[in-house]
């Protein structure tokens, strides 16, 4: 029997944090993955824009047969997923679900703070989500953008992105949040200074790695979840030239990338508008 491939996207090279967990938990998957580079970033775009962006790389992963969707992007995910979800055959997996779940579950003083990017914190995605969950909960949300290129320069353990930290998350610790979510495929990386800045009793709750349990829960609940002894193979492509892509991919995935290969989604979305 041949199994079908997990496809992934983000706006770059972000997505592969949550590729990564991906992979950890399920090693024996197939997986594509598309990082639209010629078009990052998504977090300051419209609503409009990025839905649109979205159906063009849904309907290119498609056409490689993959057997689910995962949004990696939490701005895609926040404003695309409930289309993509009714346009697709498949079962499309967002970021904010997950992280929202997890953050309702391990809050105990009902106070929960959500960072990313404008877009995301715009949308309220992540608050209704856990308002979904527990309406007793108060979300409090806060967009970092300068966080994302910190990550990609590797600026993630110095004096600017320590002061950038405390300057953006002052307000959520002055509202005694006890837990955050880091609600942008960059944050991950700041894990060490966020948590230090957010001080010992602040649980953070890593999107990416909740989304990769839905995954896993998901493509074992269809039957479509490969046999375990299989190894999987990994294939990249992006929408801009691979070299930076690459370079700070080999960072964000904490490994080496395979061969990345440049496509155009124009010829994809013939008929998008
Ligand atoms: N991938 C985006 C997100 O998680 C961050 C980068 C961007 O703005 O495109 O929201």
């Known amino acids: 029997m041949a199994w079908k491939a997990i496809g992934i996207f ?37 609503p409009e824009t990025v839905s649109r962006y979205a159906r063009q790389i849904a309907s290119f992963l498609l056409s490689r047969d993959i057997k689910l969707l995962v949004v990696a992007c939490n701005t895609a995910s926040a404003v695309a997923l409930d289309s993509l979800k009714e ?18 579950a391990v809050t105990e003083t009902g106070k929960v703070g959500v ?16 308002k979904r969950m527990n309406p007793e909960i108060e979300v409090i949300t806060r967009a970092c953008p300068l966080f994302v290129p910190l990550a990609e320069e590797g600026w993630v353990d110095n004096e600017v992105v320590r002061l950038t930290a405390r300057l953006y998350l002052r307000g959520l610790r002055e509202e005694g949040v006890d837990t955050l979510v880091l609600g942008c495929t960059h944050y991950p990386l700041l894990k060490g200074v966020i948590s ?5 009793g602040v649980t953070l709750v890593d999107s990416a790695e909740e989304t990769a349990r839905t995954v896993a829960e ?12 299989e190894q999987g193979n990994h294939h990249y492509f992006v929408t801009d030239v691979p070299a930076g892509f690459i370079k700070v991919g080999n960072r964000f995935l ?6 990345v290969y440049q496509v155009s989604l124009e010829d994809d979305a013939a008929g998008e508008g």
């Open 196 to 200: 230090e800045v957010m001080g010992e």
């Open 254 to 259: 904490g490994g080496q990338l395979g061969d």
């Open 87 to 104: 346009l697709l055959p498949i079962p499309v997996v967002g970021v904010i679900e997950p992280g929202a779940r997890r953050a309702a």
């Open 115 to 130: 960072i990313g990017t404008e877009g995301t914190i715009r949308s309220s995605a992540y608050a209704k989500a856990i």
């Open 10 to 46: 983000d706006s770059g090279v972000g997505g592969l944090t949550v590729l990564k967990e991906i992979v950890r938990a399920l090693p024996q998957e197939d997986t594509i993955y598309l990082g639209d580079t010629a078009r990052v970033p998504y977090g300051t775009k419209s």
């Open 218 to 229: 998901i493509l074992l609940g269809s039957g479509m979840l490969r046999p375990a002894a």
